[in-house]
């Protein structure tokens, strides 16, 4: 059984810090290419970041680019997302998904090409 859990959200002050965590278990981590999209009140689920298979390449959305730093450990087969210089803007949950990728791949972006989904965890930034 597939399962990716989220953990490290909260609630922080403006220009604050959290790492997220995404631990998962039952998948072939090592061929995913991982990601993080989030989803605020009242808007759609959007693309944050991925990483390759190897975590030799990233991608960012430009809202998040030059403050979130995404990360693997293919020994713990965990993700990370370190989010620096937090804005209001940022509240949303946050979701980690997991796509299995063709060797063709090494990362994708696009919600309908990953195919495992955590349960999310929830980020409020206050001003």
């Known amino acids: 059984q597939v399962q990716l859990v989220e953990s490290g959200g909260g609630l922080v002050q403006a220009g604050g810090s959290l790492r997220l965590s995404c631990a998962t278990s039952?998948?072939?981590?090592?061929?995913?290419?991982m990601g993080w999209f989030r989803q605020a009140p009242g808007k759609e689920r959007e693309f944050v970041a991925a990483i390759s298979r190897s975590g030799g390449a990233t991608n960012y959305a430009d809202s998040v680019k030059g403050r979130f730093t995404i990360s693997r450990d293919n020994a713990k087969n965990t993700v990370y997302l370190q989010m620096n210089s937090l804005k209001p803007e940022d509240t949303a949950v946050y979701y980690c998904?997991?796509?299995?990728?063709?060797?063709?791949?090494?990362?994708?972006?696009?919600?309908?090409?990953?195919?495992?989904w955590g349960q999310g965890t929830q980020v409020t930034v206050s001003s």
């Open positions: 039952g998948l072939p981590f090592v061929i995913c290419g």
């Open positions: 998904a997991a796509a299995r990728l063709p060797p063709s791949l090494t990362m994708v972006t696009m919600e309908r090409q990953y195919n495992y």
